[in-house]
T-cell receptor, first 115, second 107 residues
Framework: DTGVSQNPRHKITKRGQNVTFRCDPI?????LYWYRQTLGQGPEFLTY????????KSRLLSDRFSAERPKGSFSTLEIQRTEQGDSAMYLC?????????????FGSGTRLTVV | AQRVTQPEKLLSVFKGAPVELKCNYS??????LFWYVQYSRQRLQLLLR??SRESIKGFTADLNKGETSFHLKKPFAQEEDSAMYYC?????????FGGGTRVLVKP
């Protein structure tokens, strides 16, 4: 197991296009998180899954954003009709059932640039 | 809302000098706090947790409930400590992060 894997590492897209990112968590972790990080800021929570159930969504997750984790393993984050303000690093993390108290493992992120 | 504040965006110190990164939290209960570190071109990783009272890579952090602080300290900074450091605490099912402090250790 090589940790949390995210693809692609970088994505450049034109405004208005749709993009999809993928996260493969550590296999024995049943919790999966998405965060967004903009320049000069700490990571901001977007959403989290326990197994295949999406249990919490941030108000940052507008209706253009959708996340899935269909089989409780990998997850996808889709952004429709991208805007320049969506440019950020999108981080995925996974953790065990006891939640953030143990500190979870982050992936390397997908850097999105909307031009 | 529960907040974590890191007042310093940048700390620049010389090798061998002490370094202290400030973190203040607003939380009325008994807090659980973390420090995460991100070295250049690497992923965000857990440095230490308040509950474990450990010292990692020479860093320690003490919870001060009176001052609502969880400052990260190292008595003798090394060049390899240059990185971004984030203070974080759990809020429900997620971690809330501070804005981060960039540490630059000069030779």
């Amino acid at each position: 197991d090589t940790g949390v894997s995210q693809n692609p590492r970088h994505k450049i897209t034109k405004r208005g296009q749709n993009v999809t990112f993928r996260c493969d968590p550590i296999s024995e972790h049943n919790r999966l998180y998405w965060y967004r990080q903009t320049l000069g800021q700490g990571p901001e929570f977007l959403t989290y899954f326990q197994n295949e159930a999406q249990l919490e969504k941030s108000r940052l997750l507008s209706d253009r954003f959708s996340a899935e984790r269909p089989k409780g393993s990998f997850s996808t984050l889709e952004i429709q009709r991208t805007e320049q303000g969506d440019s950020a690093m999108y981080l995925c993390a996974s953790g065990r059932d006891r939640g953030p108290q143990l500190g979870y493992t982050f992936g390397s992120g997908t850097r999105l640039t909307v031009v | 809302a529960q907040r974590v504040t890191q007042p310093e965006k940048l700390l620049s110190v010389f090798k061998g000098a002490p370094v202290e990164l400030k973190c203040n939290y607003s939380y009325s209960g008994s807090p659980e706090l973390f420090w995460y570190v991100q070295y250049s071109r690497q992923r965000l990783q857990l440095l230490l947790r308040h509950i474990s009272r450990e010292s990692i890579k020479g860093f320690t952090a003490d919870l001060n409930k009176g001052e609502t602080s969880f400052h990260l300290k190292k008595p003798f900074a090394q060049e390899e400590d240059s990185a971004m450091y984030y203070c974080a605490h759990p809020a429900g099912n997620k971690l809330t992060f501070g804005g981060g402090t960039r540490v630059l250790v000069k030779p």
